[in-house]
Structure formats: structure tokens, C-alpha cells
């Protein structure tokens, strides 16, 4: 069994930062690619940024030169590190981790969310 949990949500003022974390553990062999994924209110879920290998880290446009992401591979933890926060990146963070199981199996799992709020 695996469970994924993001914490460090919250609210804040815009202009401002968070630091998100999301940390893996369970039955886990090996982590292929820790990701984090945001929905606003009455959209679609939406792809925001993730690190496979070391050096290999992605952000989507909307919040390049904003956010960093980044990963403790000893800890099977992604940090998502959020400047000049606006109103628009208002919603819930969701953390996707894809992995390997002891028994061998490839497997995707998310958290349960964390909620950022930007007041504008």
C-alpha cells in the first residue's frame, strides 16, 4: 500500500509565496516521476509541474519563472515552491507520484489535495 499526502497550502496575499510538500511512502521500489496538478474552482484539472531524473524538472508556462519545483529522492518528497502568487493560481494541489511497487508493479497515485487561496 501507498499513500501520497500534500501539505503547506493555505492562504495568502497576492504577491506572496507557499511552499507545497508532498511526500510518498508504502510499499515503494523505486519512484519514476513526482508531479503536482491544480484545479480551480469549476475547471478542469491542469498540469503545473513535475521531476523524473535530477535535471529533468518541468513546468508548464503559466507558471514559469514563478514556481521551482523540486525532489528529495532520499525522502520521496517533491516540494513545489510558489512566488508571486496571484489570484488565478487559487485551487486545490494535487500531487501525482508514478512508481514501482516491491512486488515489481508500475503504479499512479495521487493525494488528496491541498488548498492554496490568493486574495487578491
Known amino acids: 500500500q501507498v499513500h501520497v499526502v500534500e501539505s503547506g497550502g493555505g492562504l495568502v496575499r497576492a504577491g506572496g509565496s507557499l511552499r507545497l510538500s508532498c511526500v510518498a511512502s508504502?510499499?515503494?521500489?523505486?519512484?519514476?516521476?513526482m508531479a503536482w496538478y491544480r484545479q480551480a474552482p469549476g475547471k478542469q484539472r491542469e498540469f503545473l509541474a513535475a521531476v523524473a531524473s535530477p535535471g529533468s524538472a518541468r513546468l508548464t508556462n503559466s507558471v514559469e519563472g514563478r514556481f521551482t519545483v523540486s525532489r528529495d529522492n532520499a525522502k520521496n518528497t517533491v516540494y513545489l515552491q510558489m512566488n508571486s502568487l496571484k489570484p488565478e493560481d487559487t485551487g486545490a494541489y494535487y500531487c501525482?507520484?508514478?512508481?514501482?511497487?516491491?512486488?515489481?508493479?508500475?503504479?499512479?497515485?495521487w493525494g488528496q489535495g491541498t488548498q492554496v487561496t490568493v486574495s487578491s
Open positions: 508504502g510499499s515503494i521500489f523505486s519512484i519514476d516521476r
Open positions: 501525482n507520484v508514478q512508481l514501482k511497487t516491491r512486488q515489481g508493479l508500475s503504479r499512479d497515485y
